[in-house]
């Protein structure tokens, strides 16, 4: 038991200290991409590449990751991550930033889906899955939170390329305590309803609304990570203001994660809940309904994301075998980039024409009723077989 305890908190660590390093650079990098030159459209670009890279990656990474373990998945991006985002602070144009994130999201590409294949590795069952998730959804929030007020406050005393330096730093640093303290544990098996154990990895439909609803979370959020910094460029907003307005987010989701008792309800109906409040919250942004402040649908938003995350990764792990969470978690991964590949894009690309909030709203509109239409298959498939 002491070895499994200790495992899991050495996860938690470097998954705190990669979230904590990466999220760091989320109010300066628009502003930095700006000073070497780059045009809002090329920053969508740049955004893009990054995700491109992560997917296709990714769908690499899965079946690697089932056949020949986790842990080297882990240490070794992380190890070559610290040295490009190191990197960054050396570049002089646009296409050097381009070039160092598009490697960096293939490196990358490889670790998030065996972090979270080894985390939930170290379940017994669904319920111990679940809290994992959950424990490590609040530690990641933390980290979101300080990480903006972090790299705005850095920026200020060691300018845009001294912040780069030390995010590399910090992820060396993650490296060197994961090749230390990240031990390989061999997953328990899980009771899952409906679930058929090993073979290829299959789709269905609850599965493919899962994907399709995680495409949407990351589209909401690769909307945000777009769009706020502008404020800074475009409204003069201070580094240190932006990058509060990231943590305004975090602090929504902070108090959803906190609320422990949420995680008896279904994943189903959490993430119809968190679908519509992301719904109300973008549509009041184009088309305000009631008196309320950017700030605090900004607050709203987080609440709904960490209502949405925990709740998808439940599902996803409660409609795939053990022996698939990597490839499952892998296209999962792909999945969140392709969301941030297209909300980049289409955002740079329309901003001038119509407003990137509403495309969002519509977009989440459609997950919606994806999610709501594989509810009611579910629900009302045993009374149509009864029929028949």
């Known amino acids: 038991m002491g070895e499994r305890r200790r495992g899991i908190v050495a996860i938690y660590v470097v998954l705190f200290l990669l979230s904590l390093s990466l999220h760091i650079q989320f109010p300066i990098f628009t502003p930095y991409a700006v000073a070497l030159g780059a045009t809002s459209f090329f920053i969508s670009i740049l955004m893009s590449v990054s995700s491109f890279a992560n997917l296709c990656g990714n769908l690499i990474a899965g079946p690697l990751i089932d056949m020949f373990g986790k842990k080297q998945f882990i240490v070794v991006p992380l190890f070559i991550s610290g040295i490009l985002m190191a990197g960054h602070g050396f570049a002089t144009g646009p296409d050097g930033l381009l070039v160092l994130r598009l490697v960096n999201g293939l490196v990358l590409a490889f670790m998030t889906p065996a972090c979270f294949a080894l985390l939930s590795g170290y379940a017994r069952n669904s319920h111990e899955q679940g809290k994992n998730m959950a424990f490590n959804g609040l530690l990641i929030t933390i980290a ?29 640093l993650t490296a060197v305590f994961a090749l230390l303290f990240i ?3 061999e997953p328990i098996t899980v009771h899952r309803k409906k679930v058929e154990s090993g073979g290829r990895f299959r789709f269905d439909q609850q599965l493919v609304a ?10 909401v959020h690769g909307t945000l990570m777009y769009e706020l910094p502008f404020l800074m460029v475009e409204e003069g907003v201070s580094m240190s203001h932006g990058g509060k307005l990231f943590s305004i987010i975090g602090l929504g989701t902070l108090v959803v994660v906190c609320m422990t008792w949420i995680h ?6 959490r993430t119809m809940v968190g679908m519509l409040v992301l ?12 008196p309320i402040t950017f700030h605090q649908l900004l607050f709203l938003i987080g ?3 960490g209502v949405l995350f925990p709740a998808v990764t439940t599902l996803l792990t409660e409609n795939t075998d053990k022996s698939k969470h990597g490839t499952a978690f892998g296209i999962l991964s792909a999945v969140f980039s392709l969301g941030m590949i297209t909300s980049s894009l289409i955002a740079g690309a329309f901003r001038d024409m119509i407003s990137p909030y ?5 977009v989440i509109g459609i997950a919606v009723t994806v999610i709501g239409m594989s509810l009611i298959h579910v629900r009302w498939k045993p009374v149509l077989h009864k029929k028949h």
């Open 144 to 172: 979101n939170i300080l990480a903006p007020l972090i790299g705005g406050h850095l920026v200020e005393h060691v300018d845009f390329r001294g912040a780069y330096f030390v995010i590399g730093s910090a992820l060396l």
């Open 183 to 185: 031990k390989e544990f």
């Open 210 to 219: 899962v994907y399709f609803v995680s495409f949407t979370l990351m589209y």
């Open 264 to 269: 008896r309800i279904s994943a189903s109906i």
């Open 279 to 290: 719904g109300f919250s973008f549509y009041q942004m184009v088309m305000p309904l009631v």
């Open 303 to 305: 609440m709904g994301l």
């Open 358 to 362: 509403f495309i969002t709203f519509v």
